[in-house]
């Protein structure tokens, strides 16, 4: 037995058990990845903390086909992109979606912005005892337009019941594989310079909204809908004009405001960002007023942030534009050398502050 | 939209909500799999049934790099297995393991009876708010021990938080990659032809005893412990001795017997065991008389099933009878021409029975 912790409590913790916060995307997010799994499981992929790992394929050359060496996963073979996310949003369906959809789309973004082609998914689901079967079937067929419409096969899977009051209705975990072009560099997280441009794909907020609108019964003049969508085209058109890209990352939970906190976290760098600059629909501004929410620390499901050398901020910009999905994006900010590690916002008013990265929960179970 | 379905009821189910023997492992799990998620997702790689997916990793050729096809992945590039299970065991903890060392022995354990090496797995979790974050770090310190033993890495990850009361504590979803080798023909569920003899590779019941045992307080003379173990180089040993192994199967949920049903519903051909041949520890047989429970039934995690030419039998056993998870082998029935679809056992006694397919639960959330 390996056992890399000490006693609890886990080291730079104030809590001993789990809090709704630890879910949110946000700074307890980050602790318990950073104190708990990452020492925990010990391995330089897990640590690089992507929203996709990316392993060469390769049988490993020890004795009887066993592998000891579990950091050994150097690129040979062909590379592939892996990652999973539970999903566990209420209510089930929503405008623009439902859980099936939501858990096909994010498997696929989480992929498609490591560069990868989405290729294949798994989908294990967690009922619990009393679901209308009904609800299910609707599920299930929202997936497989989901997958028709993302070009991925839902390969294999599993079903777990629960009993009545141990679950919530329906809990779905999508693990997805992605094929790494053999000519597309490594984009990471950690690899933002000072001088880079900080693109974003469209709009903020519109998913998260969305759910709070549907949860809460409240009712706008227009409807507000989720945005998710497959991104793969979208980053492969912007890869094929500029394969110099830093990274990208869908901005989920946590929103574009925790996004940024990570990459400035990540490459030891600032990030400045222009409020004026972020896309925000007018519906949703007006209701995350309402619902005193923060448009930046809400969740998207269907956008993308992108580091981008200054030299080709525009050439990517127009390429995005070309795309459905990319019709609004805009360059938001740029990388700096001052206040590492720190998200500074220039307001509306040119006041400046400091975006943060949240403790706990703005929205929870937002996906 | 793709939508397969009619209205509800689904075809064929006689029910409109989820039951808890919807998670049997036995008749009920399978309508809901034939007549719910095959049709829903509509593959052929998804309607094998295997306990993984074998598939061609290669870009696909269509525009864009995009596919649609979602039924063409035919063998080009190596190929990989890939699966996923999701783990809602109560109680977390159980003499010879914990819910972390099951998730990761029951996933490689998938990919292993497919033939393949696995290689790296992914765990999401979902945590119930107020879980001991100690409990939390255990689990994770267990996998790590175990990913460690089964020799694959643990490369990406996911953390979401449910309020009290829409959890029960933790429920785990590991998905796993393997590699094929490229020499290794093909094993199916449906290959068995009558002549054939049926091995299994150690005694019976050993885990969902366990579990009960743990669950209920019932202590015995001896502590009855979980049989989980990473069978790959059983698997792998037995494979070098005879590459026409028909093929092989864990039999986790639903135990020995819904492993035997699906045989020999896959196959088209009859199955016959012998009781007295079938390897179950005296213990075991005590407890499962104690505890109402009939042993073929009862759940196991580091067991195997597997399909010979009965040419090879012996041969095979000699083999599984020299590494450490095989020293029970045993030959326990054998394929037959005779009523289809039908798994007949000869008794202690001499007579008959046939061996149903449990329609709903004999333990619930034994894994």
């Known amino acids: 037995m390996t056992n890399v912790f000490g006693s609890c409590p886990i080291p730079g913790s104030q809590h001993d058990r789990v809090l709704l916060g630890h879910g949110s995307g946000g700074r307890l997010t980050a602790e318990l990845i950073q104190n708990l799994f990452v020492p925990g499981f010990g391995n330089d992929v897990l640590a690089r903390l992507e929203d996709q790992a990316i392993v060469g394929l390769a049988l490993p050359a020890a004795s009887g086909g066993m592998r000891n060496e579990s950091t050994n996963v150097a690129a040979h073979g062909p590379r592939i992109a892996f990652t999973t996310d539970s999903y566990v949003i209420r209510p089930l369906f929503f405008p623009g979606g439902d859980i099936g959809s939501l858990a096909v789309n994010g498997t696929v973004n989480d992929l498609a912005v490591g560069g990868a082609i989405p290729l294949f998914l798994s989908a294990a689901f967690i009922l619990e005892e009393g679901l209308p079967l009904e609800d299910l079937q609707r599920i299930v067929a929202s997936m497989r337009a989901a997958c028709d419409a993302a070009g991925v096969a839902l390969v294999t899977g ?21 094929i790494v072009p053999d000519h597309q560099p490594v984009m990471s997280i950690g690899f933002a ?63 574009l405001a925790s996004t940024l906190n990570e990459l400035a976290a990540a490459s030891q760098v600032g990030v400045t960002v222009d409020e004026t600059a972020i896309p ?61 590690g720190i998200v500074v916002l220039r307001s509306l008013i040119g006041g400046e502050r400091v975006v943060m990265m949240r403790s706990g929960e703005q929205l929870p179970r937002i996906c």
Chains 1, 2 share one sequence.
């Not at 599993?158 to 992605?178: A, H």
């Not at 507000?224 to 989920?252: F, H, N, W, Y």
């Open 158 to 178: 599993d079903t777990k019941v629960v009993d009545r009051g141990k679950g919530d209705n329906l809990f779905i975990t999508t693990s997805g594989i992605g």
């Open 193 to 255: 310079r000072p001088g880079d441009a900080v693109l974003v794909s469209g709009t903020v907020g519109d998913h998260g909204v969305a759910i709070m609108s549907a949860r809460e019964g409240i009712e706008f003049e227009t409807v507000l809908k989720s945005d998710m969508a497959p991104l793969t085209e979208l980053v492969q058109a912007m890869l094929g004009a500029c394969p110099e890209i830093r990274c990208m990352r869908d901005p989920t939970r946590g929103g």
């Open 280 to 340: 925000i629909r007018r519906e949703v501004h007006a209701a995350c007023e309402l619902l005193g929410l923060d448009p930046l620390y809400v969740a998207n499901e269907g956008k993308l942030v992108a580091v981008v050398p200054a030299a080709d901020a525009d050439r990517v910009l127009d390429v995005m534009r070309e795309q459905p999905l990319g019709r609004n994006a805009a360059q938001i900010g740029r990388v700096v050398d001052e206040h590492q």
